[in-house]
């Protein structure tokens, strides 16, 4: 089984095409391959409030992993209680070790 | 885990874009965890270890040179080739030729080599895996 690695950079209120990336996470994992999507950046914004609330639960039922680099979150004042519970704040050591596992590594 | 070879490529220029912060955050943890490390800088990413660079007082917030502590990319880049080496692997770090000549960024810091996008291609069939780090 294939697995992905997604990392979305672009923030879901500026760039319609980070959707796209959502989309795409959906698509893969529906296909049977693993699939986990780490926001970095901006994209952590997106975590926040309702804007979204209902796209991100969308991917996340399908399969999708859901993660968000802490350090970005922290620089945005972004506590832990005001994302999903289904996204996991993380190190960027997981995309390392993701890498280093042989994954297909997306930047988006 | 076993040491890997990693490759990333980057694009971006210093000073501007947070995807510089966070290409650096990757390759730290890449070295930090005793990898071995190719990047490709090209476009403005050759400027990253330019060794020129020079910090500068901020006479908007009234800092003198030691107070601002400016943050700089070759500094960094610096830190980077040595934390790899203590961790047992290397960081092989390769500007793009015709990106250096165009940009006038020919003084890199020591250890930087110069190339070409066939470095990118061999970094890339010599490695474990790759991230391509581009501007939108």
Do not use: D, N
């Given at each position: 089984m294939t697995s992905y690695v997604i990392v979305e950079s672009q923030d879901l209120y500026e760039a319609s095409n980070a959707k796209s990336t959502l989309e795409l996470c959906k698509n893969l994992a529906s296909s049977g391959s693993n699939v986990e999507i780490v926001f970095v950046q901006n994209a952590v914004?997106?975590?926040?409030?309702?804007?979204f609330a209902g796209l991100l639960a969308e991917t996340a039922k399908s399969g999708v992993k859901f993660h968000a680099d802490l350090i970005s979150l922290q620089a945005r004042g972004i506590r832990g209680d005001e994302i999903p519970g289904f996204v996991v704040p993380i190190s960027l050591d997981l995309v390392i070790d993701a890498m280093a596992d042989g994954k297909k590594m997306i930047w988006h | 885990m076993p040491k890997k070879t990693l490759t990333f490529a980057l694009m971006d220029p210093p000073f501007e874009n947070e995807r510089t912060t966070t290409a650096l955050r990757l390759i730290e943890a890449a070295c930090r965890k005793g990898h071995n490390v190719n990047v490709f800088a090209y476009e403005g990413a050759?400027?990253?270890?330019?060794?020129h660079q020079k910090q500068h007082a901020n006479s908007v917030k009234g800092t003198d040179l030691e107070n601002e502590n400016h943050p700089l990319t070759r500094i960094w880049v610096a830190e980077l080739q040595q934390l790899a080496a203590d961790k047992g692997g290397r960081l092989d770090w390769v500007n793009c030729g015709l990106c250096v000549d165009e940009r006038g960024a020919n003084d890199a810091i020591t250890g930087i080599r110069r190339g070409s996008p066939a470095d990118l291609v061999q970094f890339i069939e010599g490695s474990d895996n790759s991230l391509v780090i581009a501007t939108r």
């Open positions: 914004l997106g975590l926040r409030g309702r804007e | 050759v400027f990253m270890p330019f060794a």
